[in-house]
């Protein structure tokens, strides 16, 4: 069984920042491309930045000169750097990864995390 735990989310007035991490546990044998999405009041989920395990990164247009995803391989862990936050950014942020498992090594499986709610007021 794989868990990805998120943790960083809350109440922040804009123009602040705020750090988001996922930690990936369990029956892990190897983790390729993690990210993060949101899902705004209303809208429906997007993507809002991921890292390959190489550490490529890519970013949704409106965050790419605001926030900042890293990765720690050893610690299967994904951040994302949220700086100078807007009233637009409220949203519950899911962490994702691709995870082979033990039980399947050679394929790789969508996972995600439980979300943490960002709040950005004006």
């Known amino acids: 069984q794989v868990q990805l735990v998120e943790s960083g989310g809350g109440l922040v007035q804009a123009g602040g920042s705020l750090r988001l991490s996922c930690a990936a546990s369990g029956n892990i044998f190897s983790v390729n491309d993690m990210g993060w999405y949101r899902r705004a009041p209303g809208k429906q989920r997007e993507l809002v930045a991921t890292i390959t395990s190489g550490g490529s990164t890519n970013y949704e247009t409106t965050v790419m000169d605001r926030f900042t995803i890293t990765r720690d391989n050893a610690k299967n862990t994904v951040f994302l750097q949220m700086n100078s936050l807007k009233p637009e950014d409220t949203a519950v942020y899911y962490c994702?990864?691709?995870?082979?498992?033990?039980?399947?090594?050679?394929?790789?499986?969508?996972?995600w995390g439980q979300g943490t709610l960002v709040t950005v007021s004006s």
């Open positions: 994702y990864a691709k995870i082979a498992t033990m039980t399947v090594r050679y394929s790789y499986l969508g996972f």
